[in-house]
């Protein structure tokens, strides 16, 4: 069965580094997001993109944050100054194009600790 | 802005007891799904309800969508510690259907 994958599974970083968290989504999917989750609460949508661009972003997701495909394969979250805050689960998820069934598909996630 | 509250938060029961946990929407809804997490791991695609007042089962699963289409609920009967993990609703968020709004989950623990 198809998956999305993510790398690396841990990454450990100081205060006002940048870090890359890299997702292969499902190849025949369109639609890509990332979401997060600190340690113990409810997971929070950040950004969704589809067609090479942002269709939808949240709050959280402010001028430290960035999304790409520089490939046909992978999708990327950049955090550009990581703060102590940002330490969580990051969660890729990608979604087929057809169908009324909305059903997202997460990766295993990418646990970002700052320190 | 939308929100999604789910109850209870925590939930322990016996092996072989039932569970139920509910989900409140602040709005309509236009579809809900229904995602399981098993501790260190991640959401897992249950099930989506799209009709007002529409129930559907899996097994020991059963989800309601309600019919004013701002809460729904998922029953497990007879739990099995398989069953052990956070269990979260998600409407989409500002009409949306491609982001969602997930609640806080209801954490279940089954004693063998």
């Known amino acids: 069965e198809p998956e999305v994958t993510q790398t690396p599974s841990h990454q450990v970083t100081q205060m006002g580094q940048e870090v890359i968290l890299r997702c292969v989504p499902i190849?025949?999917?369109?639609?890509f997001y990332w979401y997060r989750q600190i340690l113990g609460q409810k997971v929070e949508f950040l950004v969704s993109?589809?067609?090479?661009?942002?269709?939808?972003k949240s709050e959280i997701f402010d001028d430290q944050f960035s999304v790409e495909r520089p490939d046909g394969s992978n999708f990327t979250l950049k955090i550009r100054s990581t703060k102590l805050e940002d330490s969580a689960m990051y969660f890729c998820?990608?979604?087929?194009?057809?169908?009324?069934?909305?059903?997202?598909?997460f990766g295993p996630g990418t646990r970002l600790t700052v320190t | 802005g939308q929100q999604v509250m789910q109850i209870p938060q925590y939930q322990h029961v016996q092996e072989g007891e039932d569970f139920t946990t509910y989900c409140n929407s602040s709005?309509?809804?236009?579809?809900i799904q229904w995602y399981k997490q098993r501790p260190g791991g991640h959401p897992v695609f249950l099930i989506q309800?799209?009709?007002?007042?529409e129930v559907k089962k899996q097994k020991r699963l059963t989800f309601q969508f309600g019919e004013a289409k701002k809460n729904s609920s998922l029953h497990i009967t007879a739990t099995q510690t398989t069953d052990v993990g956070t269990y979260f609703c998600?409407?989409?968020?500002?009409?949306?259907?491609?982001?969602?709004?997930f609640g806080k989950g209801t954490l279940l623990t089954v004693n063998p």
């Open positions: 998820a990608s979604r087929a194009a057809l169908g009324l069934v909305y059903e997202q598909y």
């Open positions: 190849s025949n999917h369109l639609y």
């Open positions: 993109f589809y067609n090479n661009e942002i269709s939808e």
């Open positions: 709005t309509t809804l236009s579809n």
């Open positions: 309800l799209v009709k007002s007042g």
């Open positions: 998600a409407g989409p968020r500002g009409g949306s259907n491609y982001k969602l709004t």
